[in-house]
């Protein structure tokens, strides 16, 4: 029987939404419900494995990995794609790289609980009700700030969409921002200085990786208005964590609403979960029912294809 991983079920949920006791004489399948400790216990673990079913970017498959799992056949992410696959790698063993279907919608749910979680101290407010607390803040309006967009792509423009229609002015910036989705969505083209200095909410929608690693520091924190709210539910690294806890510990900025992390799991002590003013939620964009139904389905129908010689979804 070939042997199946499945990687990073953190909720341990899988088996809610694909029945594997239907596929039990013709896979082995083992569920990881917590994270590799590092690299080496990743290999450790998963050297008798010729299939891998991951969950988007929570386990890496480096080239190191790749070029070590001597077994290794299929490996099936959730998504359309996945920056923390080695597709070079891959390639060169021969291992076959597929991904899923994915809703793009609940991550722009995400990031309006995050701005209006900020916008009105909902984290500090919900505490004190249960502390016996009534009314300790002033919370701000959306009507008529300023959202700054980095990035208007699916995301970005279903982000910009709410922001209008909370009658909000929207900016946008991105090194490739498309000027037609600009002026279908009435949102005004701009550049990224503009953009840090004038957004009363200025929220994360581009991709991982090298382009834009480090695209808010301490430098463009400084910019930002005081009053000014940051929001990032794209990927962690795109915002400097150090820099950023300096800027919340000094308020430098008003606050930030956050989805992603440089680390994740986010560790224990980690100084954003000390932070009063940063709005902190576990990488759940993408974590709904619905999502989670066409994940763990697709990665089945993608890993029979595989086994049978016509793969599909392929991802290059």
């Given at each position: 029987m070939l042997k199946v991983a499945i990687l990073d079920d953190y909720q341990n949920v899988s088996q809610q939404f694909v029945d594997l006791e239907k596929l039990s004489g013709k896979y082995e399948f083992?569920?990881?419900s917590e994270p590799f400790v590092d690299e080496a216990d990743t290999l450790d673990q998963l050297a008798d494995f010729e299939a891998l079913l991951i969950m988007r970017e929570r386990t890496p498959m480096t080239k190191n990995l790749i070029d070590n799992l001597s077994k290794l056949k299929f490996i099936i992410t959730s998504g359309s794609r996945n920056k923390s696959i080695d597709l070079e790698?891959?390639?060169?063993?021969?291992?076959v790289v597929c991904g899923t279907e994915i809703n793009i919608h609940p991550t722009p749910e995400l990031t309006w609980a995050l701005i209006l979680g900020l916008a009105r101290n909902l984290k500090e407010e919900i505490d004190n009700m249960y502390q016996g607390y009534w009314q300790t803040t002033v919370g701000v309006e959306l009507k008529g700030k300023i959202l700054g967009l980095i990035g208007l792509g699916r995301v970005g423009?279903?982000?910009?969409?709410?922001?209008?229609?909370?009658?909000?002015q929207v900016m946008a910036w991105s090194e490739n921002l498309n000027l037609d989705t600009c002026k279908e969505l009435d949102v005004l083209p701009c550049s990224k200085e503009d953009l840090i200095k004038s957004s009363d909410f200025l929220s994360i929608h581009v991709q991982g990786g090298?382009?834009?690693?480090?695209?808010?520091?301490?430098?463009?924190?400084d910019k930002m208005k005081k009053t000014a709210f940051l929001i990032n539910t794209s990927r962690g690294p795109i915002v400097n964590e150090d820099d950023l806890i300096i800027a919340l510990s000094t308020n430098e900025i008003?606050?930030?609403g956050l989805d992603v992390y440089e680390k994740e799991p986010l560790p224990?002590?980690?100084?954003l979960r000390?932070?009063?003013?940063?709005?902190?939620?576990?990488?759940?964009?993408?974590?709904?029912?619905?999502?989670?139904s066409m994940f763990y389905n697709q990665m089945i129908e993608s890993l029979e294809s595989c086994v049978n010689g016509k793969p599909i979804r392929v991802i290059e």
């Open positions: 083992k569920v990881f790698a891959a390639k060169k063993r021969k291992v423009s279903q982000v910009a969409k709410i922001g209008k229609a909370f009658g909000m090298e382009r834009y690693k480090d695209c808010i520091t301490i430098k463009e924190m008003a606050g930030a224990e002590n980690n100084k000390f932070l009063p003013n940063a709005l902190l939620t576990p990488h759940i964009g993408y974590v709904t029912a619905e999502n989670y």
